[in-house]
């Protein structure tokens, strides 16, 4: 006599695999990571992937992990191999307008939906990095620091950090003076200075404190000069 939901035994796998294996063998799978990258920016887009591995460990995909740990050079040596090797895989761009209108929290719940909807198949379950996603096709687990613990999420974390760092790059050239390429729309320093000279972009989170507060602050150095 079967029993619902089966009974899930954890071994310890090799890397990031555990959680993966487990529901595989429990017939679960194909077993998608999704993770985000610019949640914390006030500038640029929210950039959500998707990813699924294929079941056994593959040695040009061993030094995966959570996409802020690694180097730029090594993230920029996965995202390749995580888009050959991959079973499927999804990169869905949320701009900043967009963020504006839905809110930080709904659009990377919604971007997360798309970036699942858009694999080329369909999981037969979803870890998510940390957020409770409704709406899925299929079941899911929201995974506190899944990146450091899902191999699916770490490659979803690269392809979506390095996919974003490559947008901000080249808003460097569309947008500059604000050092994009630098700190890739966060709120350091370097770009609080620029900010406060020379007033929001198209690209900044317009509804962001900080970028609502360098626009006020813009507009009353110019009142003083008029």
């Known amino acids: 006599m079967s029993s619902w939901p089966p009974r899930v035994v954890i071994r310890r796998s090799a890397g990031l695999r555990t959680m993966e294996s487990a529901l595989a063998r429990t017939g679960l799978g194909p077993v998608a990571g999704v993770d985000e990258a610019g949640r914390g920016a006030c500038a640029g887009p929210l950039v959500i992937a998707a990813c699924v591995l294929a079941p056994k460990p593959q040695a040009a995909l061993a030094r995966l992990d959570d996409s802020k740990k690694l180097t730029e050079r090594a993230r920029e040596e996965l995202f390749p191999a995580i888009k050959r090797l991959a079973l499927a895989w999804s990169v ?3 701009p900043a307008g ?3 209108q839905i809110g930080i929290h709904v659009a990377n719940i919604e971007g997360m939906r798309r970036a699942v909807a858009s694999l080329d198949l369909e999981p037969g379950y979803v870890l998510t990095d940390g957020f409770r996603v409704p709406g899925l096709t299929a079941p899911s687990l929201p995974v506190i620091g899944g990146d450091g613990a899902a191999a699916c999420i770490a490659a979803a974390s690269v392809l979506a950090k ?4 490559r947008v901000m790059t080249e808003m460097d050239d569309t947008h500059p003076g604000y050092g994009f390429a630098i700190h890739k729309g966060y709120s350091t320093p370097l770009h609080m200075d620029a900010l406060d000279e020379l007033g929001p972009c198209p690209e900044h989170r317009m509804t962001y404190a900080n970028v609502v507060a360098a626009g006020v602050r813009l507009e009353q ?3 003083r000069t008029g």
């Open 221 to 223: 150095r110019a009142g």
């Open 92 to 94: 869905i761009a949320v």
């Open 98 to 100: 967009e963020v504006d």
């Open 162 to 165: 390095v996919t974003r760092d």
